[in-house]
């Protein structure tokens, strides 16, 4: 489902079609509701999203209501991106960080 920002929401019920059968590289998010970094990230993913969508999805998963790949990824802390590539984890980063810095972190990805 795409949200307003060109950041799509994922689930565990979806997670493997949209992040690991993707034709491109994904970065996924996993946030929730209660955590003011994620939100602090919001407008940087979204700019990120609409920037680079010819080469790079954005998808963020609630860690709350997805808890199936939240920990089949051992993520404990929120925000943590996660970079796929060909349905496999290859780059991730914990906490909130600038647009600069994230494309810095995820360049070799891009």
Request: charged letters at 25%.
């Amino acid at each position: 489902m795409m949200g307003t920002t060109g950041v799509v929401e994922v689930s565990d019920a979806s997670f493997a079609e949209e992040v690991l059968g993707a034709d491109r590289a994904v970065l996924v998010e996993f946030t929730a509701e209660w955590c003011p970094p994620c939100r602090q990230l919001a407008p940087v993913l979204a700019a990120v999203a609409d920037e680079h969508r010819d080469r790079l999805k954005v998808v963020a998963l609630d860690v709350d209501a997805n808890p199936r790949t939240t920990a089949a990824y051992n993520v404990h802390s929120m925000p943590t991106l996660v970079a796929f590539r060909d349905g496999e984890p290859v780059k991730a980063v914990v906490g909130a960080r600038s647009k600069s810095r994230l494309l810095k972190d995820f360049a070799e990805v891009l």
